[in-house]
């Protein structure tokens, strides 16, 4: 009996733990402004950072993706901020190439592989 009592207790401390923490901050499309530069967490000598890949989003909505890791490749077009729906998180959208929004203090990126941990972290 004692452990059946024990469940509901335990629910309510763990709603009021979540509601501790409070909602998130939503993403600006401000906050996104700036240039990113290409990490990857593969070990040595395995790594995968093209220092030269960089990724710009303008206040104006433009982009230019350089991405010299590719054969010299070069994009620009528009990019968007999509908000998130129910639990997903925001997404930068550059043209129909989606990036979710990982922002941990002050260090904002633009994931491009969870697994993989591979990522566009924006310069200061």
């Known amino acids: 009996m004692r452990v059946l009592g024990l ?10 733990l979540t509601a501790c923490a409070g909602p998130v901050a939503p993403v600006t499309r401000s906050a ?9 967490e593969d070990p040595e000598p395995n790594r995968r950072d093209f220092k030269w890949d960089r990724l710009t989003l303008a206040a104006d909505g433009k982009y230019r993706l350089s991405q010299t890791g590719k054969a010299g490749i070069e994009r620009t077009g528009m990019w968007k901020l999509m908000t998130p729906e129910r ?15 990982v922002i941990s203090g002050r260090e904002v990126r633009l994931m491009i592989d969870y697994d993989l ?8």
């Not at 469940?7 to 009021?16: G, N, Q, R």
């Not at 996104?32 to 990857?40: A, C, Q």
């Not at 941990?117 to 200061?124: D, H, N, P, R």
């Open 32 to 40: 996104l402004v700036g240039t990113y530069t290409y990490h990857s």
């Open 87 to 101: 639990l997903n998180p925001e997404e930068v959208l550059l043209d129909t190439d989606g990036y979710p929004v």
């Open 7 to 16: 469940v509901p207790m335990s629910l309510i401390a763990a709603c009021c």
């Open 117 to 124: 941990g591979i990522w566009l972290a924006k310069v200061e």
